[in-house]
């Protein structure tokens, strides 16, 4: 069976089209991205902006056409922060069901968690036992931690990377006040998160799952032998601590230029980077292992799991 995942992000429209089978890993066939970056769009009300919703509305026209150019069996639909938090979010979504020709599954902050951990459960396996994840999108901060395919703790924080770069860093490049204030404000979000994690156990897996926190562990990170031969990338809170200064000395077109910053990214790197680095220092964390696997795998996982149990 074909399956086809559409991720509709703070940051970008994404469509994954995978061929599953029950019992079997989803062998993913096509990958698409549509840049947005929504929070550009956000209006002091809170809503999107008719540019914005309109942007939103021609990347899922196109996906839904490149799905059944794929010949997808089943798309799955999901929008996140952006869409869920949105003062218009309403219209937007029937705009958005409307273009797709079916309904929208918008999903909660802490089922965004549950479904991105489920993915990190499943590629690391249950030998990798007590599991903490972060994923950062541009909306929001997702927070995890357990020792089942379903996180004992989750939680879902406001410190996405494209939220926090246009509350704190909208000027090119930032500077050094900007930066700590983003800082302050990042700590004081978390602390009552970092609260609620403080019952779990000392984790035996620290897992970063976002496309932000791969790049960043391409920059500041180093790769480790994995399973069957897989490398791994593991990212170190004092080297991201290190590149934070650099990161914010040069303008958004001369980042693209270092290692693992895409061009999509450029703008909001220095915010992922910080809220990340403030992430793990509430929660005690010295480095990360990178999962491939984040939250579109996990609705594919989902689904696979009920197409075995009927």
């Known amino acids: ?3 086809g995942v559409l991720d509709i992000g703070s940051n970008t429209v994404h469509l994954l089209v995978a061929d599953v089978r029950p019992g079997g890993r989803p062998l993913a066939t096509t990958s698409r991205r549509t840049v947005l970056r929504l929070m550009r769009f956000l209006q002091p009300d809170g809503s999107i902006s ?14 839904r056409e490149m799905a059944d150019a794929e010949n997808v069996d089943e798309l799955l639909a999901t929008a996140t922060s952006a869409v869920r938090e949105a003062t218009n979010g309403d219209s937007v ?68 990377a494209g939220r926090m770069t246009v509350q704190f860093l909208p000027v090119d490049p930032p500077g050094e006040d900007a930066v700590e204030q983003l800082r302050a404000h ?30 960043l562990a391409r920059l500041a990170g180093y790769p ?9 990338m593991v990212l170190p809170r004092s080297a991201l601590g290190s590149w934070i200064p650099r990161l914010a000395r040069i303008p958004a077109s001369a980042r693209q230029e270092l290692p693992g910053i895409t061009p999509d990214r450029t703008f909001q790197i220095v915010a992922g980077a910080i809220v990340l680095h403030e992430a793990m220092r509430a929660l005690d964390v010295d480095e990360l292992e990178v999962s491939p696997w984040a939250l579109r795998e996990g609705v594919l996982l989902r689904y696979i799991e009920s197409m075995a149990w009927g």
């Open 224 to 232: 480790v032998p994995g399973w069957s031969g897989i490398e791994r």
């Open 50 to 63: 008719d540019e914005g919703v309109r942007g939103l509305v021609d990347a899922v026209t196109q996906a």
């Open 93 to 160: 979504i029937a705009q958005i069901e409307k273009a797709l020709g079916q309904p929208l599954q918008v999903l909660g902050g802490e089922a965004e968690a549950q479904y991105t951990f489920l993915a990190v459960r499943r590629w690391f396996g249950w030998s990798a036992g007590q599991i903490m994840l972060f994923d950062i999108g541009g909306g929001s901060l997702e927070l995890a931690s357990g020792p089942d395919e379903l996180p004992e703790v989750a939680a879902s924080v406001p410190l996405g």
């Open 186 to 215: 990042a700590r004081s979000a978390l602390a009552p998160a970092a609260e609620r994690f403080r019952s779990q156990p000392r984790p035996d897996h620290v897992v970063g799952s976002s496309k932000a926190i791969r790049s």
């Open 1 to 3: 069976m074909r399956l």
